[in-house]
């Protein structure tokens, strides 16, 4: 199974950017989706989660309202469309594969499944 993150960059505050993950080896459709981040000295926090289907993604409460997260089951590809983009949304970002079917009540906290290596995200004041 490989995953792979791509889209991070440096971006000014208030500014968008869409990262992309692709995943192989398996059913990407099976499978409830999820964007993780983890800043220097910080413990690594779930940003996004969205079942197989697309249905009720669920969003920490800090990005409500700014990021968007959506996937494409015939390109085997999940998204994150980050607007208004503040400094502390400064961060590693990781795409997991995190569980069959839909995100568990624990999704934010998993350290199950497959994930990939992340994508830098800095965002400048």
């Known amino acids: 199974v490989q995953v792979v993150e791509s889209g991070g960059g440096l971006v000014q505050a208030g500014g968008s950017l869409r990262l992309s993950c692709t995943a192989s080896g398996l059913t990407f459709a099976d499978y409830a989706m999820g964007w993780f981040r983890q800043a220097p000295g910080k413990e690594r926090e779930g940003v996004s989660c969205i079942s197989w289907s697309g249905a009720s993604p669920y969003y920490t409460d800090s990005v409500k309202g700014r990021f968007t997260i959506s996937r494409d089951n015939v390109k085997n590809t999940l998204y994150l469309e980050m607007n208004s983009l503040k400094p502390e949304d400064t961060a590693m970002y990781y795409c997991?594969?995190?569980?069959?079917?839909?995100?568990?009540?624990?999704?934010?906290?998993?350290?199950?499944?497959?994930w990939g290596q992340g994508t830098q995200v800095t965002v400048s004041s």
């Open positions: 997991a594969a995190v569980s069959r079917g839909y995100c568990s009540w624990s999704w934010a906290s998993s350290n199950s499944g497959y």
